[in-house]
């Protein structure tokens, strides 16, 4: 389970079918498009925003996910870099900043993985397949 949940998150997969792209664009830092998400899977046809306010629950994700960072980077600096407080503070927001796109992105594939799960019996690419 655990492998087609990654799946889903790092390629930018449909949770459910992992052929269609949940968003428009792969590049999190094409920041025009960031948040622009196919409304259905192009494979399955899985709706993505079930109700409105769906992703406001990865809101919490997304936080739990910064505090992971807060907690490494904490880590790595108190028992090996020791810096200053300045210096700790400027790079913990300067990283959150960097990695923003990515985790805006990411915290709504896990989100959509909470509820939609991989079907193994969905055979979208023969759905594809023009009949002869």
Avoid at 27 to 44: E, G, V
Avoid at 56 to 76: D, E, K, N, R
């Amino acid at each position: 389970m655990l492998k087609e949940i990654s799946y889903s998150v790092l390629w930018n997969k449909c949770p459910k079918c992992h052929e269609g792209n949940v968003f428009v664009s792969n590049n999190p830092y094409k920041l025009t498009q960031l948040s622009t998400m196919h409304q259905n899977c192009a494979c399955c046809n899985e709706k993505y925003e079930k109700e409105p306010g769906y992703f406001f629950g990865a809101m919490y994700v997304s936080y739990a996910l910064m505090v992971g960072w807060f907690v490494i980077t904490w880590a790595i600096d108190s028992f090996w870099i020791n810096s200053t407080g300045a210096n700790y503070v400027i790079f913990v927001v300067a990283t959150m900043l960097l990695f923003m796109p990515i985790t805006f992105r990411v915290s709504r594939l896990i989100w959509m993985n909470f509820f939609t799960h991989f079907d193994t019996e969905c055979n979208c690419k023969n759905e594809l397949k023009p009949i002869l």
